[in-house]
C-alpha cells in the first residue's frame, strides 16, 4: 500500500523551530514530488514546499522562503521540513504528499498523509 505519514509538529513558540519528517512507503520514492502543505483554520490548503525525489529541485512559498528548508533521505525514503524563525501565521496542520509536477497545486498530488498540527504561539 501507498503511505506517506508526517509527524514531527508541535507547539513551539514564535522565533522557534520545528522539524517535520515524512516517511514514503509503497511507491518509488525517487520517482516523485514530494510536496509539503498546510492548512489552517478557516483557510484552504495551501502549497508550502516541494522536492523532485530525482533531481533535488526544491520549491518555496514565497511566505517560508529564507525560514523553511526541504530535505530528504533517500536510503530512509524521509522528506523532512525544518521550519525556523516560525511565526504565528505558519499555525496549521502540515501534510505531505506525493504527485508527479513539481507544483503547488495540491490538484496535482495523488498520495496523501495524514498531517500533523503545528501550534506557534505568540
Known amino acids: 500500500d501507498v503511505q506517506l505519514q508526517a509527524s514531527g509538529g508541535g507547539l513551539v513558540q514564535a522565533g522557534g523551530s520545528l522539524r517535520l519528517s515524512c516517511v514514503a512507503s509503497?511507491?518509488?520514492?525517487?520517482?516523485?514530488?514530494i510536496g509539503w502543505f498546510r492548512q489552517a483554520p478557516g483557510k484552504e490548503r495551501e502549497g508550502v514546499s516541494c522536492?523532485?525525489?530525482?533531481?533535488?529541485?526544491?520549491v518555496y512559498a514565497d511566505s517560508v522562503k529564507g525560514r523553511f528548508t526541504i530535505s530528504s533521505d533517500h536510503a530512509k525514503k524521509m522528506v523532512y521540513l525544518l521550519m525556523i524563525n516560525l511565526k504565528p501565521e505558519d499555525t496549521a496542520v502540515y501534510y505531505c504528499?506525493?504527485?508527479?509536477?513539481?507544483?503547488?497545486?495540491?490538484?496535482?498530488?495523488?498520495?496523501w498523509g495524514q498531517g500533523t498540527q503545528v501550534t506557534v504561539s505568540s
Open positions: 522536492m523532485d525525489g530525482y533531481d533535488g529541485k526544491t
Open positions: 504528499a506525493g504527485g508527479l509536477e513539481v507544483t503547488s497545486d495540491l490538484r496535482k498530488y495523488i498520495f
Open positions: 509503497g511507491f518509488n520514492f525517487e520517482q516523485y514530488i
